[in-house]
């Protein structure tokens, strides 16, 4: 068929707009940050377990995540952040949860594989000590709790407070709640008591202290309501303000740890952690507190120093 200059121009341009068109597609690709109209489409399977402290953060950013992200699976398990650790350096799970520095669990044979993994901070939790409401207390000295929590104490009128039985409900060892809490509260590791309560989920320990008379144990700001009695501690209130200023030292970062430095969906997933709608809305709005906010840093020591 013999072609007129009129084809053969539209024919040209017709080639023009579809190399251009492959060529933005080509760029799109290569950014894998996620952001909708300018990127690769994020897939991929996402699986955290460790810290049931963090773990309604963690579980409310991925249900936000995916629904941007519709090919990402997250999937979030507790477990306590001795657990998230270890799985996350076997390399079982892609993301380790836990409210401890991954050098204070793992440690000797484990020390290696503590190297290995990379830290990503993503809010500060507070811990505070809870009680039933018909306690009759409503603050406690360090050394009214090491007492309680060794045993020395086991009555709510040594303290000031009703005639009852204490009963301690506690977390396992592999709970980096619970070592936040002996380091930071007790200053000092306890024994599991005969007669204690051993709950491997927050969300338990709260519903048991609720309705378990004379019960005392501890819990992350974000898991505190009105069903239990907020403890002061040494006459500070376990607020926000008190924790950012210094004031209030039961507290500790939340680390979200992976074996390596992530990429693809998991990285764009720990990325957004870090931006200021989750920051300033999320971690806000669960009772968690965004780095940013801290006028005092720890490290791993326990060292506390003004920024």
Known sequence: MRLTKSW??????????ALAGCDNNNNAGSNASGESGNSAKLSGSILASGSTALQPLVE???????????????????????TGLTQVAEKQVQIGNSDVFAEEKLKDADADKAK????????????????????????????????IFT????????????????????????????????KFALGTKTEDLAGSIQEDSSGTVKKMIGET?????????????????TLKYEGTEPSIDNVTSGKYPVWAYEHMYTNGEPDGALKAFLDYFLTDEV?????????????SKMQVARDVDGNVTNK
């Open 8 to 17: 053969i121009l539209t024919l040209a341009l017709t080639g023009v707009v």
């Open 60 to 82: 409310q950013v991925a249900e936000k995540f995916m629904d941007d992200h519709q090919d990402v699976d997250i999937q979030v398990q507790g477990g306590g952040s001795g």
């Open 116 to 147: 290995a993994l990379i830290d990503h901070q993503v809010a500060v939790v507070a811990i505070a000590a809870v009680a039933h409401k018909d306690t009759g207390v409503d603050n406690l000295t360090k050394q009214q709790l090491v007492d």
């Open 151 to 182: 045993g020395k104490i086991t009555n709510w009128k040594d303290v000031g407070g009703a005639d009852q039985k204490i009963q301690i409900i506690n977390r396992p060892a592999s709970s980096g709640t619970r070592a936040t809490f002996e």
């Open 213 to 229: 008379p004379g019960a005392i144990g501890y819990l992350a700001l974000s898991y505190l309501d009105d069903s239990v009695t």
């Open 279 to 291: 920051q300033e809305g999320d971690v806000a709005d669960l009772g968690y507190i965004p780095v």
